[in-house]
């Protein structure tokens, strides 16, 4: 399985480039998945819904259907989070997984850098940051430097790297 990663911290661009290189790859005739991390309690439910009502009874798992759509929500009641790893198991097969977060894992990455969110660059210390998308220029860097708004370049350098 193809995976590739965008990492950063917060405010940096990462659901933007994100939403940007799914629209590019799969504008190229390829197929894309997406896995998020979340560091903060997230639902993609809504109070008084059937299937919130389900879940609050104690259900382990919902799953929505309708004709456009399915949705599994699967509870952890107390469990470990499960790994980067167990989740993409859980996907069907495309040419590419991209993953928004994980940071600390070690598939490879592009760093999201915004000079006003005030953060240094993880790239010096991360080996597994690949190449630098920013909105300033960063000439000391030993891996590639892309403007974060190029999202063409940045898809291509991904691709190539996944071998697509």
């Not at 995976?3 to 940007?20: A, C, D, H, P, Q």
């Not at 469990?79 to 069907?92: C, N, Q, R, V």
């Amino acid at each position: 399985m193809r995976i590739y990663g965008v990492t950063g911290w917060k405010n940096t661009g990462k659901t933007g480039l994100m939403e940007r290189l799914v629209t590019e790859i799969t504008g190229r005739g390829f197929t894309v998945s997406t896995l998020k991390h979340a560091h903060h309690a997230t639902d993609v439910d809504h109070p008084g819904r059937d299937s919130y009502r389900h879940r609050e009874a104690g259900a382990g798992e919902v799953i929505v259907a309708s004709p456009n759509r399915w949705a599994v929500m699967h509870e952890l009641r107390g469990a470990p989070e499960p790994t980067m790893a167990e989740l993409l198991e859980k996907f069907s097969p495309v040419d590419l997984i991209l993953i928004e977060g994980y940071k600390r894992e070690s598939h490879p990455k592009v760093e999201c850098h915004r000079t006003e969110a005030g953060r240094p660059l993880m790239a010096p210390e991360n080996p597994t940051i690949r190449a630098v998308a920013s909105d300033s220029d960063h000439s000391a860097l030993s891996v590639p430097l892309f403007h974060l708004d190029d999202t063409a370049a940045i898809a291509d350098f991904i691709l190539h790297e996944v071998g697509l």
